[in-house]
């Protein structure tokens, strides 16, 4: 499977913000029916096993709805649940070792900071990337924030699409307007969201305003 810009539009990092097991999954189904465009399970501390069971049952989810699923960091559980991707940091295993291991079964996105690792990404394989963080959050206090400036740079010197992540929330994503983005991505503001349809609703229709440069 391979990535597209459009897929990029609105791109759902999940979050458990708290909830049971059960609440999480039919929180995650109702983003997907709301105009998610992409999905990454992202779950730091989980037994491979139970991680396992969660991924099999979130890509089920994705393939229902259509979007592409894609797993943090673990290449091996991707492959093993069937996912369509993973993504990985700076710190993680390289594009270039995980299309050794994976081949072309694999979307592969790569965080990026500047525009140097974002052409080392691309280089190495990358279909696309994770660029932030755009804005400084208060759950993040030694992030410092990317800047509109480098972040069109970064847009401007690659080939593949480039989504940004980072303290992205309703009052600020036109700010991102003619950086050269193809999405954002968020977590807590959709899993943490009262209404989720309603907020991915609203982000998706504000991501398309920044992505084509619409103030």
């Known amino acids: 499977m391979k990535i597209s810009k459009k897929d990029m539009l609105l791109y759902a990092v999940t979050d458990r913000c708290g909830y049971s097991y059960d609440e999480f999954i039919s929180r995650v189904e109702t983003a997907l029916g709301s ?3 992409c999905l990454q399970l992202r779950e730091k501390g989980l ?22 699923f894609i797993i943090n960091d673990n290449v091996g559980l991707a492959l ?3 996912a369509d991707g993973v993504h990985v940091g700076q710190d993680d295993m390289n594009a270039i070792d995980i299309r050794k291991e994976a081949g072309d079964r694999l979307i592969v996105g790569v965080s990026a900071h500047n525009v140097e690792e974002a052409l080392n990404a691309q280089a190495a394989g990358a279909d696309y990337l994770g660029c932030g963080a755009v804005f ?3 759950t993040k206090a030694d ?6 400036d480098e972040l069109k740079k970064i847009c401007a010197s690659v080939d593949i ?4 992540i980072g303290g992205i929330n309703a009052g600020n994503i036109l700010n991102l307007t003619g950086s ?5 991505a ?12 309603a907020k991915c609703k609203a982000l998706r229709e504000l991501g398309e305003k920044a992505v084509n440069g619409i103030e």
Do not use: N
């Open 35 to 37: 105009g998610v465009t």
């Open 47 to 68: 037994d491979y096993s139970v991680f396992l069971e969660e991924a099999k049952t979130v890509k089920a989810l994705c393939e229902r709805y259509g979007v592409p």
């Open 80 to 82: 093993e649940c069937g």
């Open 136 to 138: 400084t959050t208060s």
């Open 143 to 148: 992030v410092t924030a990317l800047g509109y």
């Open 161 to 164: 699409p480039v989504v940004a």
């Open 180 to 184: 050269g983005i193809s999405g954002i």
């Open 186 to 197: 968020v977590a807590s503001a959709i899993f943490g969201a009262d209404d989720i349809s």
